[in-house]
């Protein structure tokens, strides 16, 4: 149990264009989802927290007008990279819980390799 | 300082020898703390979840919290070529990372060596 699916796994694009990344909770609901990007051999670094039906809560650093995030139900949260460019190139993946099911872990995606041109 | 220190690797071992993995932190609020595996352009999978100090096992893995140090350990024995991959741990304060995200350490590469 407990599987997050995340698409795409892999997007190509052209400096400027937006992108929309989905993370779906499959077997269970999503209270809160977290949004993580990883270069490499580096850290997982949170960059935002969305709990369903609010706004998110981005992390320091973390451009909300840049990075937009939607958790409009219980099983699906969207990050669009809005005019996306080489330096927005990364590994990106969400992590999503249940806060009503107590100190339970997160659950990963398997991310999305974004690569702009 | 950062506040989760974990060495990069990479390690290299033998099949079937036992492997240790550690890290430091410094947030003496941690509580909650986990290890996952991350095969290469995938997420994370959860391999240990503990909370305060102890042991605990799983099978071939057991994990260690020594907060009195701020330290922990990953241990797998008997390992395998199919346990090459990056281990990262991560910890909260608040179970499950609870609103705030976890904070990870930087991972270390393993590869066993048929």
């Known amino acids: 149990g407990a599987v997050v699916s995340q698409h795409p796994s892999w997007v190509i694009c052209k400096s400027g264009t937006s992108v929309k990344i989905e993370c779906r909770s499959l077997d269970f609901q999503a209270t809160t989802m977290f949004w993580y990007r990883q270069f490499p051999k580096k850290s997982l670094m949170l960059m935002a927290t969305s709990n369903e039906g609010s706004k998110a809560t981005y992390e320091q650093g973390v451009e909300k007008d840049k990075f937009l995030i939607n958790h409009a139900s219980l099983t699906l949260s969207t990050l669009t990279v809005t005019s996306a460019h080489p330096e927005d190139s990364s590994f990106y993946i969400c992590?999503?819980?249940?806060?009503?099911?107590?100190?339970?872990?997160?659950?990963f995606g398997d991310g999305t390799r974004l690569s702009i041109l | 300082q950062k506040e989760v220190e974990q060495d990069p690797g990479p390690l290299s071992v033998p099949e079937g020898a036992i492997v240790s993995l550690n890290c430091t932190y410094s947030n003496s609020a941690f509580q909650y703390f986990m290890w996952y595996r991350q095969y290469s352009r995938k997420g994370p999978e959860l391999l240990m979840y503990?909370?305060?100090?102890g042991n605990k096992e799983d099978g071939r893995f057991t994990a260690q919290v020594d907060k009195s140090s701020k330290y922990i350990s990953l241990f797998i024995r008997d390992s395998q070529p199919s346990d090459s991959a990056t281990y990262l741990c991560?910890?909260?304060?608040?179970?499950?990372?609870?609103?705030?995200?976890?904070?990870f350490g930087k991972g270390t590469h393993l590869i066993i060596q048929p």
């Open positions: 503990t909370y305060s100090s």
């Open positions: 992590s999503a819980r249940d806060w009503r099911r107590g100190n339970q872990p997160q659950h």
């Open positions: 991560a910890m909260s304060a608040i179970g499950g990372g609870g609103a705030d995200g976890l904070t």
